[in-house]
């Protein structure tokens, strides 16, 4: 079977880690990059043996299997839109959109069309999601604490809301994304935002935000998002369920029961291979473990921007499931 040849668009922080783990394949050609800043696509392009273009139109005429789509957040739908009437499948980086009328639309055109998709959020590759699964099996979750606690990214468009929806939605939707993955939905939200920026220039987002949720089974949680230190404290979820106690993040599950405590560990650059192959191997028909394709991304860019929305209007915001179609008819509703 010959190589997959795949097209990047986009040559940022995120472009270049998916690039690096694609050349190791080596089943993949990695054809062509292009950026909205041509020095910063010859650099990546030059780095793998691939070619410059000057946009996305001639990076698609390159005769390619896939593209991987790794922009900003407010620069996704056009992109992804071209791959679409392109009819090839497509990688999108999270979030998928700033907003949710853009990730609508798409998310309507990829179903429309019937095309493979797959979207970055590689913690549903972690190595101890099995595990935490089993044990949740025959036990129902009570409470759920997720948390975020980290600085503020060295790129310019990070801290203004307009650009990227701010740290729940840029950050955190990694660990509302694991938390629908192990819990369930979510139907309702309640946050807050301190309404103070952090210390950089033209920020306007929130420094910490925290939020309360309400799940369609019962379960309760939390979210806690900061962007106000000078390092990572803090990234993951703890659930708790009857004589169970799980502490989950990129580096490993924390197990604690009536057999005592231990830690399996896990590898996060291992998930972060195994989301390419995964995708790679879909695209070339000889897998079947794409485990978030656009469609179900969508459901946590719902998640992510409810809570944004709250802190931002000081209102609950009830999300609409197939599992919780009554709603009341007080605070902001974001239909699913």
Known sequence: MRRCRVGLVGAGGVAQRHARVLAGFEDVDL???TDVVPDAAAALAAQHGAQTYADVAELLAAGLDAVYVCVPPFAHGPAEQAVLDAGLPMFVEKPVAVDLATAERIADEVTRRGLLTAVGHHWRYLSVLDEARELLADRPVRMVSGAWLDKVPPVAWWSRRDRSGGPVVEQAAHVLDLI??????????????????????GADIDSVTTAVLRFADGAVGTLSAACVLDWKQRAGLEILADGLALSLTEEGLTIRDADGERHIPADPEAARVAVDRAFVDAVRGVGDDVRVPYAEALGTQRLALAVADSARTGQPVRIATASAPALLSTGVTVDA
Do not use: C, H, K, W
């Open 31 to 33: 054809v062509g990059v």
């Open 180 to 201: 629908r993955a192990l819990v369930g939905e979510v139907t309702e939200v309640t946050a807050y935002g301190n309404g103070t920026p952090p210390p950089v220039d």
